[in-house]
């Protein structure tokens, strides 16, 4: 009803209301019901489904890069709920502080990963899905009226390796990945010789089809770490090192 209500206002008093606490509150409230639903899954195309398959230990660990919101379309929240616990990192002010009020348990980092530490302009967009790094992708989005800028402002880059902890196969572990199309760059910061995680979760969205015949550069490159493509859903790729299978 809110939402519908929401869409029926004026642009300009959406727009101020999306900058309000008011707009905040109501996602954290959002957050909040699906925690206590009866959904057991909540991952956008049924990642942690596939996920569960590898890693159906009561307890282990994760890292959630591009974490997003904490429960609405997360693919960690169904083990956190499960007694899991993590790293969870986001450049979107919002998600983080979320994150740390509905998953306190877990460790909310506000940074982007990239292949080099330091910092980069961030370009924050409204919807917040289409954020970016890269301003010609930016000003593209921007062309469509129902994009907007929110923010543009200089945010804190680290390596994966710089924020993760150590990870082996033989361990229920999880690495996860949504950063709209720079998730190869995300593995390419990792130290493969301390962060093994078992499963991994990476968003293809160039790579959708299932074929053997045309692996994409991601699997391409996580085989050569001895992983094996083992499900995919309609957005992601999930990984199993092969020791463990």
């Known amino acids: 009803m809110v939402a519908k209500i929401f869409r029926l206002l004026p642009l300009r008093m959406r727009i101020a209301l999306k900058d309000s606490i ?6 954290l409230y959002l957050n909040f019901v699906a925690k206590i639903g009866r959904d ?5 195309t049924n990642e942690d489904l596939e996920i569960l398959k590898f890693v159906p230990e009561k307890y282990g660990k994760y890292i959630d890069i591009g974490s997003g919101r904490p429960i609405k379309d997360s ?15 986001d450049p979107i002010e919002d998600n983080v502080r979320m994150s740390r009020i509905l998953r306190r348990k877990d460790s909310s980092l506000r ?24 301003e ?6 921007l062309k469509n009226p129902q994009i907007r800028l929110k923010k543009k402002e200089i945010i804190k880059v680290a390596m994966l390796k710089d924020v993760a902890f150590s990870m082996s196969p033989k361990d229920p572990t999880i690495l996860t990945i949504d ?8 593995l390419k910061s990792n130290d493969w010789n301390r962060v093994m995680p078992r499963v991994i979760c990476v968003e293809e ?3 959708l089809s299932p074929s053997k015949d045309s692996p994409s550069e991601i699997q391409l490159y996580l085989e050569s770490y001895g992983y094996k493509l083992k499900a995919k859903t309609i957005l992601s790729s999930i990984f199993v090192h092969k020791s463990y299978l």
């Open 136 to 141: 010609t992708v930016a000003l593209e989005c």
């Open 40 to 44: 057991l899954f909540f991952g956008q």
């Open 111 to 134: 940074m982007l990963i990239g292949p080099d530490s330091g910092e980069i302009f961030f370009w924050r967009l409204e919807p917040y899905g289409y954020s970016t790094t890269v």
């Open 75 to 89: 693919n960690t929240f169904h083990f956190y709920r499960k007694g899991w616990r993590g790293v969870l990192v």
């Open 205 to 207: 969205l160039g790579n």
């Open 22 to 27: 008011l707009y905040f509150l109501y996602n």
């Open 179 to 186: 950063v709209e199309g720079f998730d190869l760059e995300v």
